[in-house]
């Protein structure tokens, strides 16, 4: 395993607070920094990676189980292992840092390389999606992923600019198509990839099922903590726990009470940012936010109540 040392580990090990001999999920693997982390707590640790990189990486270790599925897919594979249920789930969203800083892979606006951004390293590269879907589309993504309001003028320009194949390439388009200005603006590029990286590997899809999933097998009392680094993650996040814990909207007598389901979780805590301190060490980490939800005894949304 690598050394890297993921966003707010502190933090998420804390509120999952451990107790040796449990099992708990790792539901993003990466370079193995949680992991490392709870099997040091005791823990028997059950960890995804959709990415056969990320597995193939790593170092065996006792008390670890390495799964090369969808965070998504949990619920089958524990199944599989009669590994259920199990005492906590964590979730740090995204790219790993391996990923980014492999310029090959094709996530980094900062170094050259071909435009893949594939997270299994399997289906289509983003290549072939910029030089085949139509200007439409593209915008779309652009504006609903990458949350750009320019998302037409980039889109007309990606179109204007194909075939594309490189990463530096793409970013290059991007950034003259709006007059970007280094040290001045904010990088545009930044957006555009992140737009289409999410819509490439079904990033929200995976975290909607990733969550139910958690639902499905934690155990009374076991620990749900989800790290996110941007507002569309942490909003499907914040959204589902706050339905789940029985935050919702109650309705009135014009508009009837959206369900009547007993909770499935109940918050602890408020939603935790980095510290100075870290984000000043990890420029990484500035944007992260962790949301920590306990499960109740009551049966899961997601299978009927």
């Known amino acids: 395993m690598s ?32 992991t490392r982390a709870m099997l040091a707590k005791g823990a028997r640790v059950f960890a995804f990676d959709r990415d056969p990189d990320a597995i193939a990486a790593a170092s065996p270790a006792e008390n670890l189980i390495l799964i090369e599925r969808r965070f ?3 619920e089958e ?64 993504v652009i504006y609903d992923y990458g949350e750009e309001r320019r998302s037409r003028r980039i889109a007309r320009a990606i179109v204007a600019a194909r075939p594309l194949s490189r990463t530096l390439e793409l970013a290059s388009v991007v950034r003259k198509s709006v007059g970007y200005i280094a040290g001045k603006d904010k990088d545009p590029a930044v957006q555009v990839f992140q737009a289409i990286r999410i819509h490439l590997n079904r990033e929200l ?16 009392g076991g620990r749900l903590a989800v790290v996110t680094f941007h507002s569309l ?39 935790v940012r980095p510290s100075a301190r870290e984000t000043a060490a990890n420029p990484r980490a500035r944007s992260a936010t962790l949301r920590v939800a306990r499960r109740t005894d009551a049966k899961a949304w997601s299978v009927g109540a």
Not at 207 to 213: F, I, M, N, P, V
Not at 233 to 246: A, I, M, T
């Open 233 to 271: 993650e942490d909003r499907l996040v914040k959204q589902f726990l706050r339905d789940r814990s029985g935050q919702a909207p109650a309705g009135s007598r014009h508009l009837p009470a959206i369900n009547k389901r007993r909770p499935s979780f109940e918050a602890v805590g408020k939603a």
């Open 72 to 74: 998504s897919e949990m």
């Open 3 to 34: 050394a890297h040392v993921p966003v707010l580990l502190d933090e998420v090990i804390d509120a999952m607070a451990i107790q040796p001999g449990e099992r708990h999920v790792d539901g993003t693997f990466g370079a193995g920094g949680y």
């Open 77 to 140: 594979a524990l199944a599989e292992r009669d590994a259920l249920p199990v005492d906590g789930v964590t979730l740090d969203i995204g790219v790993s840092s391996m990923q980014f800083d492999q310029a090959e892979r094709g996530f980094s606006v900062q170094a050259d390389g071909p435009l893949d951004m594939r997270m299994e390293q399997a289906g289509q590269t983003a290549a072939e999606w910029l030089n085949t879907a139509d200007e439409a589309e593209i915008a779309d």
């Open 205 to 220: 899809d995976e975290l909607k099922g990733g969550l139910e999933a958690a639902e499905r097998v934690l155990a009374p």
